[in-house]
T-cell receptor, first 113, second 111 residues
Framework: DAGITQSPRHKVTETGTPVTLRCHQT?????MYWYRQDPGHGLRLIHY???????DKGEVSDGYSVSRSKTEDFLLTLESATSSQTSVYFC????????????FGPGTRLTVL | GENVEQHPSTLSVQEGDSAVIKCTYS??????FPWYKQELGKRPQLIID?????GEKKDQRIAVTLNKTAKHFSLHITETQPEDSAVYFC??????????FGKGNQVVVIP
C-alpha cells in the first residue's frame, strides 16, 4: 500500500460537535482527495487539494471544509457534525501530473449520533 | 460533470468461469479509466487502468476494454477464484480532471 495513513480510524461523535479527520502521506504526491463512501452511492468527492494551500470543492462539499498547510497532511473538518455525515471517509493521493492514478488510505469510519 | 454507471449491480459466477462488468460514461472528453477492487472493510485497491488512446489492456487474469465510440468500458476476469469476490468500482476522469466513480458491483465467486 502507498504510504497513506488516516486518523482516527474510528470515531463516534454527537450531532453539532466539530470533527477533524487527518490524512498523512509519505509519498510527496501533489494531489490529495477526500471521499465519502455510502451504500448505494459509491465514492463521492468532497474536496481535493492540488498543492499546499490550494484546494477546491467536489460534488458533496456542503458542511465540510479542508486545509492543507503541508504537502504531507490534508485535514477534513466537519464544523458541526450531522447524522447525514455518518459515513466512511477515504483519503486518496495522486501525482496529478497526467498519470491520474489515485491511491487510497485505509479509511475512517465516522458515526454521528 | 462526468456520470458513470455500472451494470449489473451484483454478479454471481461459478469458480473458474469468467466475469464481465460493464460501465458507461457520459463525458466524451474522459481520457482515463481505472478499476478498483474493494474487499469488505478494506480500502479500494487499483487493479487495472486504461487510457483513452488504448483499446485493451491485460494483466494476468484481468483485462479492460474501452469503446470510446459507445462510451463504455468493461472489466473482464477470467478463471475466477474465491479471492476475486469483492466489490469492483469503475471510474472515469472527465473534462474537469476529477475521477467520477460508479456505484460498484458486488462479485460473488461460488466455489
Amino acid at each position: 500500500d502507498a504510504g497513506i495513513t488516516q486518523s482516527p480510524r474510528h470515531k463516534v461523535t454527537e450531532t453539532g460537535t466539530p470533527v477533524t479527520l487527518r490524512c498523512h502521506q509519505t509519498e510527496n504526491h501533489r494531489y490529495m482527495y477526500w471521499y465519502r463512501q455510502d451504500p448505494g452511492h459509491g465514492l463521492r468527492l468532497i474536496h481535493y487539494s492540488y498543492g499546499v494551500k490550494d484546494t477546491d470543492k467536489g460534488e458533496v462539499s456542503d458542511g465540510y471544509s479542508v486545509s492543507r498547510s503541508k504537502t504531507e497532511d490534508f485535514l477534513l473538518t466537519l464544523e458541526s457534525a450531522t447524522s447525514s455525515q455518518t459515513s466512511v471517509y477515504f483519503c486518496a493521493i495522486g501525482q496529478g501530473d497526467g498519470t491520474d492514478t489515485q491511491y487510497f488510505g485505509p479509511g475512517t469510519r465516522l458515526t454521528v449520533l | 460533470g462526468e456520470n458513470v454507471e455500472q451494470h449489473p449491480s451484483t454478479l454471481s459466477v461459478q469458480e473458474g468461469d469468467s466475469a464481465v462488468i460493464k460501465c458507461t460514461y457520459s463525458d466524451s472528453a474522459s481520457n482515463y479509466f481505472p478499476w478498483y477492487k474493494q474487499e469488505l472493510g478494506k480500502r479500494p485497491q487499483l487493479i487495472i487502468d486504461i487510457r483513452s488512446n488504448v483499446g485493451e489492456k491485460k494483466d494476468q487474469r484481468i483485462a479492460v476494454t474501452l469503446n470510446k465510440t459507445a462510451k463504455h468500458f468493461s472489466l473482464h476476469i477470467t478463471e475466477t477464484q474465491p479471492e476475486d469476490s469483492a466489490v469492483y468500482f469503475c471510474a472515469a476522469r472527465g473534462g474537469n480532471n476529477r475521477l467520477a466513480f460508479g456505484k460498484g458491483n458486488q462479485v460473488v465467486v461460488i466455489p
